[in-house]
């Protein structure tokens, strides 16, 4: 019987850091982040409960609204991204062949020849 693989802990999404962290002080209700974003308020919602994604246009939006940056948001959501897939392709992942060994530093930069 194989050992029990962990997974570390989920990472914090998008919409926890917006319901934990930024529309606490002072607070923001949805209507208004909405409005200020100048999206619809089922859009904030949907990030809010973690069944929207964030995209570079939306990260962009909420960079601007909460004086962030768009990396900011864009990273949170692509830590939960492969989260979500890591656990997804649990199963597959190892079963899939390797078609290039791995490299060591020193090999795996090279400098080209002319530059």
């Given amino acids: 019987m194989k050992p029990a693989q962990s997974l570390p802990a989920s990472p914090i999404t998008p919409g926890d850091v917006l319901r934990k962290r930024i529309m606490v002080e002072p607070p923001i209700t949805q209507e208004q982040l909405a409005a200020a974003m100048g999206v619809s308020r089922f859009s ?10 964030i995209t570079a ?8 609204v909460t004086s962030t940056t768009a990396d900011f948001w864009l990273n949170l959501q692509r830590d939960v991204d492969l989260y979500q897939a890591t656990i997804k392709t649990a199963a597959t992942l190892p079963k ?6 791995p490299k060591s530093d020193e090999h795996l930069f090279v400098d080209l020849p002319g530059e």
């Fill in 44 to 53: 904030v919602n949907q990030i809010i409960n973690g069944r929207r994604s």
């Fill in 57 to 64: 246009e939306m990260a962009l939006r909420l960079a601007r």
């Fill in 96 to 101: 899939l062949r390797v078609l290039r060994a």
